[in-house]
């Protein structure tokens, strides 16, 4: 049931994300790249979970897991 929340709530903000995009920023001048990288990173981690890709490395384990996401 997590794994359909997270691949259905990744949809929706990566379509918020692209249809909208003057939510994250007024004007491409005044753009605050870290909160970017962080919403890309979190969305990426939710396609992941969401898919149910298996990590087999420690270190994308503790990356792509539901709770970090």
């Known amino acids: 049931m ?4 997270s691949l259905l709530l990744a949809l929706f903000l990566n379509g918020l ?4 995009p003057s939510h994250i920023a007024v004007s491409s001048a005044q753009q605050d790249h870290g909160y970017l990288t962080i919403l890309m990173l979190a969305l990426s981690a939710a396609f992941v979970h ?3 890709f298996c990590r087999r490395y420690w270190l994308w ?9």
């Open 2 to 5: 997590t794994r359909v929340f």
């Open 17 to 20: 994300l692209l249809i909208y």
């Open 50 to 52: 969401g898919i149910g």
């Open 61 to 69: 384990e503790i990356v792509f897991n539901r709770y970090f996401s």
